[in-house]
Protein backbone atom coordinates (compact mmCIF):
# COMPACT_ATOMS: atom_id res chain seq x y z
CA UNK A 1 0.00 0.00 0.00
CA UNK A 2 1.17 3.44 -1.13
CA UNK A 3 0.29 5.05 2.65
CA UNK A 4 2.72 2.69 4.42
CA UNK A 5 5.92 4.63 3.05
CA UNK A 6 4.21 7.52 4.14
CA UNK A 7 5.20 8.85 7.71
CA UNK A 8 2.29 12.81 7.11
CA UNK A 9 -0.25 9.91 6.76
CA UNK A 10 0.58 7.24 9.09
CA UNK A 11 1.03 10.15 11.93
CA UNK A 12 -2.78 11.65 10.98
CA UNK A 13 -4.37 7.97 11.17
CA UNK A 14 -2.88 7.48 14.84
CA UNK A 15 -4.06 11.23 15.07
CA UNK A 16 -7.58 9.99 14.20
CA UNK A 17 -7.48 6.78 16.54
CA UNK A 18 -6.10 8.75 19.41
CA UNK A 19 -8.94 11.65 19.18
CA UNK A 20 -11.44 8.61 19.01
CA UNK A 21 -9.89 7.45 22.24
CA UNK A 22 -10.26 11.03 23.82
CA UNK A 23 -13.85 11.05 23.29
CA UNK A 24 -14.10 8.14 25.16
CA UNK A 25 -11.82 10.59 28.10
CA UNK A 26 -13.93 13.49 28.04
CA UNK A 27 -16.91 11.66 28.44
CA UNK A 28 -16.21 9.34 31.80
CA UNK A 29 -14.50 12.84 33.41
CA UNK A 30 -18.10 14.61 32.98
CA UNK A 31 -19.86 11.86 34.14
CA UNK A 32 -17.73 11.04 37.15
CA UNK A 33 -18.98 15.03 37.78
CA UNK A 34 -15.40 16.34 38.91
CA UNK A 35 -14.03 18.45 36.68
CA UNK A 36 -11.30 19.44 38.83
CA UNK A 37 -11.52 23.09 37.21
CA UNK A 38 -8.18 25.05 37.34
CA UNK A 39 -7.97 29.06 36.81
CA UNK A 40 -4.94 29.53 34.25
CA UNK A 41 -4.37 33.22 33.00
CA UNK A 42 -7.57 34.44 34.17
CA UNK A 43 -11.19 33.52 34.91
CA UNK A 44 -11.74 33.27 31.77
CA UNK A 45 -8.68 31.03 31.00
CA UNK A 46 -9.55 27.68 32.32
CA UNK A 47 -8.38 24.09 32.26
CA UNK A 48 -10.31 20.95 33.56
CA UNK A 49 -9.35 17.67 34.23
CA UNK A 50 -10.47 16.23 30.62
CA UNK A 51 -8.30 18.82 29.02
CA UNK A 52 -5.15 17.29 31.48
CA UNK A 53 -6.03 14.35 30.78
CA UNK A 54 -6.29 13.81 27.21
CA UNK A 55 -3.40 16.17 26.43
CA UNK A 56 -1.59 12.98 28.09
CA UNK A 57 -3.29 10.71 26.32
CA UNK A 58 -2.55 12.56 22.36
CA UNK A 59 0.87 13.30 23.57
CA UNK A 60 2.13 9.90 25.05
CA UNK A 61 0.40 7.64 22.35
CA UNK A 62 2.03 9.82 19.46
CA UNK A 63 5.49 10.13 21.28
CA UNK A 64 5.85 6.47 21.82
CA UNK A 65 5.01 5.76 18.39
CA UNK A 66 6.64 9.01 16.82
CA UNK A 67 9.50 10.07 19.10
CA UNK A 68 10.96 12.40 16.61
CA UNK A 69 7.91 14.93 16.33
CA UNK A 70 7.44 17.98 17.59
CA UNK A 71 4.13 17.95 19.73
CA UNK A 72 2.98 21.77 21.16
CA UNK A 73 0.11 21.12 23.36
CA UNK A 74 -1.98 23.71 24.71
CA UNK A 75 -2.06 22.73 28.61
CA UNK A 76 1.80 23.52 29.79
CA UNK A 77 3.99 21.54 32.21
CA UNK A 78 2.34 18.03 30.93
CA UNK A 79 4.73 16.88 28.09
CA UNK A 80 7.45 15.63 30.49
CA UNK A 81 5.40 13.23 32.09
CA UNK A 82 3.25 12.10 29.61
CA UNK A 83 6.09 10.13 27.98
CA UNK A 84 5.48 7.77 31.15
CA UNK A 85 1.63 7.72 31.07
CA UNK A 86 1.30 3.91 30.58
CA UNK A 87 -2.55 4.35 31.04
CA UNK A 88 -3.20 6.26 28.31
CA UNK A 89 -1.30 4.69 25.41
CA UNK A 90 -3.06 4.44 22.01
CA UNK A 91 -1.47 2.53 19.65
CA UNK A 92 -3.91 1.97 16.74
CA UNK A 93 -3.83 3.28 13.65
CA UNK A 94 -7.28 4.25 11.99
CA UNK A 95 -7.51 2.28 9.13
CA UNK A 96 -9.80 4.43 7.08
CA UNK A 97 -6.75 7.05 7.23
CA UNK A 98 -4.14 4.24 5.73
CA UNK A 99 -6.28 3.27 3.06
CA UNK A 100 -5.84 6.44 1.57
CA UNK A 101 -2.85 7.49 -0.83
CA UNK A 102 -0.69 10.11 0.22
CA UNK A 103 -0.73 13.25 -1.35
CA UNK A 104 2.59 13.29 -3.91
CA UNK A 105 3.73 16.16 -2.44
CA UNK A 106 4.09 14.82 1.23
CA UNK A 107 5.67 11.80 0.54
CA UNK A 108 8.92 13.26 1.17
CA UNK A 109 7.73 14.91 4.68
CA UNK A 110 9.76 13.21 7.80
CA UNK A 111 9.10 12.54 11.07
CA UNK A 112 11.50 14.94 12.71
CA UNK A 113 10.00 17.69 10.27
CA UNK A 114 6.34 17.32 10.89
CA UNK A 115 4.88 19.63 13.96
CA UNK A 116 2.11 18.34 15.86
CA UNK A 117 -0.59 21.43 17.22
CA UNK A 118 -2.52 19.45 20.01
CA UNK A 119 -5.59 21.39 21.54
CA UNK A 120 -6.76 18.56 23.86
CA UNK A 121 -10.14 20.31 24.52
CA UNK A 122 -11.20 23.13 22.76
CA UNK A 123 -14.37 25.26 24.10
CA UNK A 124 -13.30 24.32 27.65
CA UNK A 125 -15.26 27.68 29.24
CA UNK A 126 -18.35 25.51 27.29
CA UNK A 127 -17.67 22.70 28.62
CA UNK A 128 -17.81 23.71 32.16
CA UNK A 129 -20.93 25.47 31.49
CA UNK A 130 -22.47 22.33 30.10
CA UNK A 131 -22.53 23.42 26.47
CA UNK A 132 -21.34 20.15 25.42
CA UNK A 133 -21.60 20.47 21.48
CA UNK A 134 -19.08 23.17 21.02
CA UNK A 135 -16.23 21.17 22.80
CA UNK A 136 -13.99 19.22 20.17
CA UNK A 137 -10.29 17.95 20.04
CA UNK A 138 -8.08 19.10 17.69
CA UNK A 139 -4.74 17.57 16.27
CA UNK A 140 -3.21 19.40 13.38
CA UNK A 141 -0.08 18.70 11.68
CA UNK A 142 2.38 21.30 9.73
CA UNK A 143 5.30 20.61 7.67
CA UNK A 144 7.80 23.42 6.55
CA UNK A 145 5.64 25.84 8.49
CA UNK A 146 1.87 24.86 6.24
CA UNK A 147 -0.80 23.38 8.04
CA UNK A 148 -1.08 19.86 5.90
CA UNK A 149 -3.29 17.03 7.78
CA UNK A 150 -5.40 17.00 10.65
CA UNK A 151 -8.13 15.89 13.03
CA UNK A 152 -11.59 17.21 14.57
CA UNK A 153 -13.41 15.17 16.65
CA UNK A 154 -16.34 16.07 18.72
CA UNK A 155 -17.24 13.94 21.51
CA UNK A 156 -20.82 15.23 22.12
CA UNK A 157 -22.13 14.96 18.89
CA UNK A 158 -25.77 14.49 19.15
CA UNK A 159 -25.85 14.56 22.59
CA UNK A 160 -29.29 16.14 22.37
CA UNK A 161 -30.96 13.90 19.84
CA UNK A 162 -31.85 10.25 21.70
CA UNK A 163 -30.73 7.25 20.55
CA UNK A 164 -28.34 9.20 17.94
CA UNK A 165 -25.21 7.97 18.00
CA UNK A 166 -22.63 10.46 20.31
CA UNK A 167 -19.71 11.70 18.93
CA UNK A 168 -17.87 12.20 15.18
CA UNK A 169 -14.69 12.22 13.82
CA UNK A 170 -13.36 14.54 10.62
CA UNK A 171 -9.93 14.52 9.44
CA UNK A 172 -8.61 15.66 6.44
CA UNK A 173 -5.46 15.99 4.79
CA UNK A 174 -4.35 18.60 1.90
CA UNK A 175 -4.59 17.70 -1.62
CA UNK A 176 -6.79 14.72 -0.57
CA UNK A 177 -9.62 16.37 0.81
CA UNK A 178 -12.16 16.07 4.22
CA UNK A 179 -13.97 13.02 5.26
CA UNK A 180 -16.84 12.52 7.71
CA UNK A 181 -18.85 15.17 6.45
CA UNK A 182 -22.75 15.81 5.03
CA UNK A 183 -23.62 18.72 3.91
CA UNK A 184 -21.47 21.62 2.90
CA UNK A 185 -24.18 24.06 1.05
CA UNK A 186 -23.81 27.64 3.28
CA UNK A 187 -27.59 29.19 3.49
CA UNK A 188 -29.01 30.66 0.59
CA UNK A 189 -29.90 33.37 2.34
CA UNK A 190 -28.46 36.09 4.72
CA UNK A 191 -24.92 36.67 5.85
CA UNK A 192 -24.38 34.97 9.14
CA UNK A 193 -21.39 35.21 11.27
CA UNK A 194 -20.45 33.32 13.67
CA UNK A 195 -17.91 34.58 16.78
CA UNK A 196 -16.78 34.16 20.10
CA UNK A 197 -19.26 33.56 22.56
CA UNK A 198 -16.98 34.06 25.88
CA UNK A 199 -13.91 35.82 24.60
CA UNK A 200 -15.69 38.92 23.18
CA UNK A 201 -13.64 42.47 23.11
CA UNK A 202 -14.45 46.12 21.51
CA UNK A 203 -11.94 44.54 18.18
CA UNK A 204 -14.12 41.68 18.20
CA UNK A 205 -17.39 43.66 17.90
CA UNK A 206 -16.26 46.13 15.73
CA UNK A 207 -14.49 43.95 13.09
CA UNK A 208 -18.44 41.80 13.23
CA UNK A 209 -20.27 45.04 12.79
CA UNK A 210 -17.91 45.78 9.97
CA UNK A 211 -18.84 42.24 7.88
CA UNK A 212 -22.82 43.48 8.23
CA UNK A 213 -24.40 40.57 9.33
CA UNK A 214 -27.99 39.38 9.03
CA UNK A 215 -27.52 37.25 12.19
CA UNK A 216 -24.65 36.65 14.93
CA UNK A 217 -24.36 32.95 16.18
CA UNK A 218 -21.77 33.37 19.21
CA UNK A 219 -20.62 29.76 20.09
CA UNK A 220 -17.70 28.32 21.60
CA UNK A 221 -14.21 27.09 20.31
CA UNK A 222 -12.79 27.45 17.26
CA UNK A 223 -12.95 23.97 16.09
CA UNK A 224 -16.55 24.05 16.39
CA UNK A 225 -16.85 27.88 15.15
CA UNK A 226 -14.98 26.22 11.51
CA UNK A 227 -17.71 22.89 11.76
CA UNK A 228 -20.45 25.27 11.68
CA UNK A 229 -19.05 26.55 7.89
CA UNK A 230 -18.61 23.05 7.23
CA UNK A 231 -21.84 22.16 8.33
CA UNK A 232 -23.18 24.99 5.78
CA UNK A 233 -24.52 26.72 9.01
CA UNK A 234 -23.26 30.29 8.86
CA UNK A 235 -21.08 31.87 6.23
CA UNK A 236 -18.21 33.11 7.95
CA UNK A 237 -16.09 32.73 11.45
CA UNK A 238 -15.14 36.35 12.17
CA UNK A 239 -12.30 36.79 15.23
CA UNK A 240 -10.75 40.17 15.29
CA UNK A 241 -9.01 39.36 18.83
CA UNK A 242 -5.14 37.75 19.63
CA UNK A 243 -6.46 34.93 21.91
CA UNK A 244 -6.99 31.88 19.59
CA UNK A 245 -3.80 30.00 19.28
CA UNK A 246 -2.02 27.89 16.68
CA UNK A 247 -3.19 24.31 18.04
CA UNK A 248 -7.32 26.39 17.88
CA UNK A 249 -6.38 26.97 14.23
CA UNK A 250 -3.88 23.57 12.77
CA UNK A 251 -6.48 21.12 12.53
CA UNK A 252 -9.55 23.33 11.59
CA UNK A 253 -7.86 24.88 8.97
CA UNK A 254 -6.77 22.01 7.26
CA UNK A 255 -10.61 20.68 7.25
CA UNK A 256 -11.66 23.96 5.50
CA UNK A 257 -8.84 24.26 3.05
CA UNK A 258 -9.15 20.81 1.72
CA UNK A 259 -12.56 21.41 1.01
CA UNK A 260 -11.94 24.22 -0.61
CA UNK A 261 -11.90 27.24 1.98
CA UNK A 262 -9.82 29.97 3.66
CA UNK A 263 -8.18 30.64 6.98
CA UNK A 264 -6.34 34.27 7.07
CA UNK A 265 -5.53 36.66 9.75
CA UNK A 266 -7.39 39.64 9.30
CA UNK A 267 -5.11 40.84 7.35
CA UNK A 268 -5.47 38.39 4.55
CA UNK A 269 -2.12 36.53 5.66
CA UNK A 270 -2.13 32.80 5.76
CA UNK A 271 -1.56 31.31 9.16
CA UNK A 272 2.25 29.62 9.82
CA UNK A 273 2.86 27.01 12.05
CA UNK A 274 6.62 26.51 12.11
CA UNK A 275 7.96 25.13 15.52
CA UNK A 276 9.17 28.81 16.75
CA UNK A 277 6.64 30.44 15.38
CA UNK A 278 4.69 32.65 18.41
CA UNK A 279 1.97 30.79 19.84
CA UNK A 280 -0.75 33.09 19.64
CA UNK A 281 -2.61 34.29 16.18
CA UNK A 282 -1.80 37.75 16.94
CA UNK A 283 -3.87 39.00 13.57
CA UNK A 284 -7.09 37.53 14.59
CA UNK A 285 -8.69 34.62 12.57
CA UNK A 286 -11.24 34.75 9.55
CA UNK A 287 -12.58 31.75 8.29
CA UNK A 288 -14.84 31.11 5.04
CA UNK A 289 -15.73 28.48 3.46
CA UNK A 290 -17.87 29.15 0.12
CA UNK A 291 -17.84 33.03 0.70
CA UNK A 292 -15.84 35.33 -0.41
CA UNK A 293 -13.52 35.85 1.45
CA UNK A 294 -11.80 39.00 0.29
CA UNK A 295 -15.29 40.59 0.89
CA UNK A 296 -15.01 40.13 4.33
CA UNK A 297 -11.20 41.38 4.06
CA UNK A 298 -12.03 44.63 3.00
CA UNK A 299 -14.31 45.25 5.32
CA UNK A 300 -12.45 45.15 8.57
CA UNK A 301 -12.37 48.19 9.73
CA UNK A 302 -8.20 49.46 9.99
CA UNK A 303 -8.59 50.27 13.98
CA UNK A 304 -8.21 46.86 14.06
CA UNK A 305 -5.82 45.65 11.49
CA UNK A 306 -3.69 48.25 13.44
CA UNK A 307 -4.79 46.20 17.10
CA UNK A 308 -4.30 42.98 15.38
CA UNK A 309 -0.41 42.54 14.27
CA UNK A 310 0.51 39.65 11.99
CA UNK A 311 2.28 36.61 13.97
CA UNK A 312 5.97 36.81 14.02
CA UNK A 313 8.39 33.38 13.33
CA UNK A 314 11.75 33.40 14.80
CA UNK A 315 12.76 31.20 12.00
CA UNK A 316 11.20 30.82 8.95
CA UNK A 317 13.09 28.47 7.41
CA UNK A 318 12.31 25.47 9.45
N1 LIG B 1 -8.86 36.21 25.24
C1 LIG B 1 -8.57 34.89 25.27
N2 LIG B 1 -7.87 34.36 26.30
C2 LIG B 1 -7.58 33.04 26.34
N3 LIG B 1 -7.96 32.16 25.39
C3 LIG B 1 -8.65 32.65 24.35
C4 LIG B 1 -8.99 34.03 24.24
N4 LIG B 1 -9.69 34.20 23.11
C5 LIG B 1 -9.78 32.98 22.53
N5 LIG B 1 -9.15 32.06 23.27
C6 LIG B 1 -9.06 30.62 23.02
O1 LIG B 1 -9.42 30.34 21.67
C7 LIG B 1 -10.32 29.24 21.62
C8 LIG B 1 -11.59 29.69 20.98
O2 LIG B 1 -12.16 30.74 21.74
P1 LIG B 1 -13.70 31.07 21.67
O3 LIG B 1 -14.44 29.85 22.11
O4 LIG B 1 -13.89 32.22 22.62
O5 LIG B 1 -13.96 31.43 20.25
C9 LIG B 1 -10.53 28.76 23.06
O6 LIG B 1 -9.73 27.61 23.25
P2 LIG B 1 -9.82 26.64 24.55
O7 LIG B 1 -11.24 26.48 24.91
O8 LIG B 1 -9.16 25.42 24.02
O9 LIG B 1 -9.01 27.28 25.61
C10 LIG B 1 -10.10 29.95 23.87
O10 LIG B 1 -9.60 29.68 25.13
MG1 LIG C 1 -7.84 26.75 26.96
MG1 LIG D 1 -8.82 25.92 21.99
MG1 LIG E 1 -8.15 23.84 24.79
Not at 46 to 58: F, G, K, M, S
Not at 290 to 302: C, G, M, N, Q, T
Request: net charge negative; proline share 4%; charged share 20%.
Amino acid sequence: MASTSCTALKVLAASVAVANRSGTIIRKILSSGNLGIVEKENKNDLQTEADRAVQRCIVSSLTHQFPQLTIIGEEDNLNEMATADKEYLETSLAEEVLKESCPAEYTEAKESELVVWVDPLDGTAEFTQGLLDHVTVLIGLAWQGKAIAGVVYQPYFNYQTPGAELGRTLWGMIGLGTFGLGNTEPPTEGNIITTTRSHSNPTVVDSVKACEPTEVVRVGGAGHKVLLLLDGLVHAYVFGSPGCKKWDTCAPEVLLRAKGGRLTDMHGNDLKYHKDVQHKNTGGVLATLKADHDWYLARIPESVKQALPETQVKSATK
